[in-house]
């Protein structure tokens, strides 16, 4: 301890000099540990800034200097440590993204060069934190008990609040303020994009939210957000003859209105297992999109196709589209047999009816619209190569169709046309080619040399590529056709 003074030491003593004899370290072992005369080491952990998230440690700084701090946390049920690297001339760390509520333990080390000290060891507990759920109408809320009071501006339906008293008794206090509710809502059969019955609007209004329930069950309810600007929203998935209550509410920043609601019951379907579009039409499906047909009304056989619910009176099934020319459509027999393409762009899907069908072709180019039907629609099966077969013909477009009337299906690997050619592979298609065309809807798109191209020779001759065809069928005279006995529709397209 100094001269002069001397202290029993217990345990075995060792000495050495290091160095040169000019030398003044020495190193004192007792019992294996190292002693450095004059040292003073760090004794306590000092703790502040306690959050649910994060808090701050000090400590006094040793002597002499550390190289370096060494500083581990974790919680207390845990086994897993963090560690914290820190220079000698530190005295303070902030440790950040703790959990809440925690007991953590700290454990400083310091380090001379190799050697360590013994740890310096401290426990913490962090702040308690609560997530609080609220529902609509609201526009802030407070948090009160007598010493404290927060207030969070955050608009519904979760806020976050930390660093409350453990053991405080803390009050809710709820306040909502007026605007005006959304109007004219009821529920009805509606058609995007134009406003319909069913929907809402509300002045200078930036959200709405819109709550459906079931009644009488707890887990039936569903939320949603809505833009501004919606004035209508469709509902799918919902059960049938079952009753629905639809609330809408409007917000504006911070502000929300009063809640409307209306009630409804939805009907029993026509067709439980629709076999074309017109059967998902009568069943009340009234948007252009992709459906689920199922052939002979078997579940098993459940297939995907593009149904035009929009166009004379809707219930169509697409199965050709050209639009941009992403797509090759100079392709084998195999490929027209199985279908290709994309649902939502290009494809062609390929298909063989039973029944009285319709055939709906049409065409545009820019602001230019044409269209042809005939009134009946049918082809052959796989031994008759598919052979086409063509009614009445209607509309603006020409009929071009015609001449191809009892043609089997041609492509550039099976030739079944009368020419001298094999009209597929010079006219860059597959199709019901006779000697050769008067139309090539399958031909080259963009392509403007003579019969090569996407043509319709009665609207614009040989030397123009048609930028925009669609080819769509649907049963005769769907809708005087009796719940539960659709036609049947076989398709070798896609799945098959």
Known sequence: ??????????????????????????????????????????????????????????????????????????????????????????????????????????????????TASEPVTGTVLTGTAVLLSIKYPVLHFKLKNIRNSLTSPRTPPLWGVSNL????????????????????????????????????????????????????????????????????????????????????QAARGLETSAIVSTAFTTRQRL????????QHLLNGELLSSVYTIYINRDPSQGMQVYCDMLTDGGGWIVFQRRQNGLTDFSRKWSDYRTGFGNLEDEFWLG?????????????????????????????GDAKSFYK??????????????????????????????????????????????????????????GESRHSQGINWHKWKGHEFSIPFVEMKTRPFNYRETPAGDGHADLYFGFQH
């Open 351 to 379: 298909e063989r009816t039973q029944g009285r069908y319709e055939l709906r072709i049409d065409m545009r180019d820019g602001q230019e619209s044409v269209y042809a039907t005939y009134d009946r629609f049918s082809i």
């Open 165 to 248: 008293d453990q053991l405080g008794h803390w009050r809710v206090v709820v306040s909502t303020a007026g605007m005006d509710a959304p109007r004219e809502m009821a529920v009805g059969v509606f058609t995007p994009p134009r406003p319909s019955p069913t929907g809402a609007t509300a002045t200078e209004c930036r959200c709405t939210y819109i709550y459906i329930y079931t009644p009488g069950k707890s887990n039936g309810i569903m939320e949603l957000i809505l833009d501004a600007e919606d004035t209508w929203i469709r509902l799918e998935g919902l059960a049938e003859t079952t009753m629905y209550t639809v609330r809408l």
């Open 1 to 114: 301890q100094g001269p002069g003074t001397h202290r029993p030491l217990q345990g075995n003593l060792h000495l050495s000099q290091w160095g040169d004899s000019g030398s003044s370290w020495e190193s004192v072992m007792l019992n294996g540990s190292p002693l450095i005369a004059g040292l003073r080491p760090v004794s306590q952990l000092y703790f502040s800034d306690v959050t649910a998230a994060s808090l701050a440690v000090s400590w006094s700084a040793p002597a002499p200097p550390a190289d370096r701090f060494d500083l581990y946390y974790g919680t207390h049920e845990s086994s897993v440590e963090s560690v914290v690297i820190l220079d000698g001339s530190r005295t303070k760390a902030i440790l950040s993204g703790l959990l809440p509520s925690r007991q953590y333990v700290i454990t400083l080390v310091t380090m001379h060069g190799d």
């Open 271 to 278: 067709f439980s297992m629709p076999q074309n579009c017109a």
């Open 388 to 445: 086409l077969r063509i009614g009445e013909y209607n509309g603006t477009a020409g009929d071009s169709l015609s001449y191809h009337q009892g043609r089997p299906f041609s492509t550039k690997d099976r030739d079944n046309d009368i020419a001298v050619t094999n009209c597929a592979l010079s006219y860059k298609g597959a199709w019901w080619y006779k000697n050769c065309h008067r139309a090539n809807l399958n031909g080259k798109y």
